[in-house]
């Protein structure tokens, strides 16, 4: 298909295709002549998960990048999915020596517990969660992080029902995209689930008078 068709399957404006395609986002047509490409199905895919990633997924441009460049290198899918764990998390804010201490001990306690890789500060999730927990205390609501083992244990249901998505796929690009989209859009299915289920048990606790 040529370019014009390429963006009315995809429903991407043809400027942003060729943004994509200067950009490295998504790789060249075949060459048919000077000035013209034909592309394929293949084209529309990826042009359909940068869209998702951007737009329902709430990816920047730049984190696409780092991520696609992870696809169609050498990384294995678990290291691809690593870039995309540091890619949504994204550089954590500074919080206070003593709360990000007293956090940081809380997440490591954890992990030993659970034989879970402590990854270190380094780590953009480990450090958001470490950021997150220590705002909690400097609140004054560090109960919150009473609940840390009942919340890893549906943490890692939520993961394994993730792996399963990726099960049984032979292909490596669909295993790649697959544990993609089962990452960044699940973290958005997830959420909006989390909150309608807030609705639905806080009814009636939050409904009454303290």
Known sequence: MRMAELSAESGVPVATVKYYLREGLLFPGERTSPN??????????????VKALTEVGGLPLASVGAVLAAIDGDATPHETMGVVQQELAGPPPK?????AEWAAGLLHELALRHGWKWHGMEDYTVGNLVAALATAK???HEKLAERLDEYFALAMRVAELDVEVVT????????????????????RIFTGLRHLAQEFVSREVLNRAP
């Open 168 to 187: 049984g796929l032979t292909s490596f690009d669909k295993i790649i995209e697959a544990g993609l989209v089962a990452t960044v859009l699940g973290d």
């Open 95 to 99: 919080v206070s020596g003593e709360a």
């Open 138 to 140: 400097e609140l004054g």
């Open 36 to 49: 013209q490409a034909r592309y394929s199905a293949a084209h529309v895919q990826r042009l359909r998960l």
